[in-house]
C-alpha cells in the first residue's frame, strides 16, 4: 500500500498471481508490537518518496490509525472557500 492505504502498482497483480507470499513487518515504535503500516511523518504529497526515520515512522494499526486521526483533528479550517481552494491546489 501507498502512503495514503491505497494498492500501489503492480504489487496487488503481483501478490496475485504469487504462489507464495511473506509479509514483512517492522516493530511500532509506540507499542513495540508489529507495524503494519509506514507513517509518513513528512508532508511531501508525491507518492514516491525516499526516506527513512525522518520521513516515514512504522506504526501498528491501533498507533497508526491514533496518528491519522489527531493529524485530521489538527486541520482547522476558518472559512468554507479555503476548504475548496485546498482540495483544487
Not at 525522518?54 to 472557500?81: C, G, H
Request: glycine content about 6%; overall charge negative; aromatic content about 10%.
Amino acid at each position: 500500500m501507498d502512503y495514503l492505504g491505497k494498492p500501489f502498482g503492480p504489487i496487488p497483480n503481483l501478490m496475485a498471481m504469487a504462489e507464495y507470499v511473506t509479509k514483512v513487518h517492522a516493530i511500532c515504535t509506540k507499542t513495540g508490537g508489529l507495524a503494519h503500516y509506514s507513517y509518513r511523518k513528512a508532508e511531501n504529497e508525491s507518492l514516491v518518496l525516499l526516506g527513512e526515520t525522518n520521513e516515514y515512522e512504522p506504526l501498528s494499526r491501533e498507533a497508526y490509525f491514533k496518528k491519522y486521526q489527531s493529524k485530521v483533528n489538527d486541520i482547522k479550517v476558518t472559512d468554507a472557500e479555503q476548504v475548496i481552494t485546498n482540495k483544487d491546489v
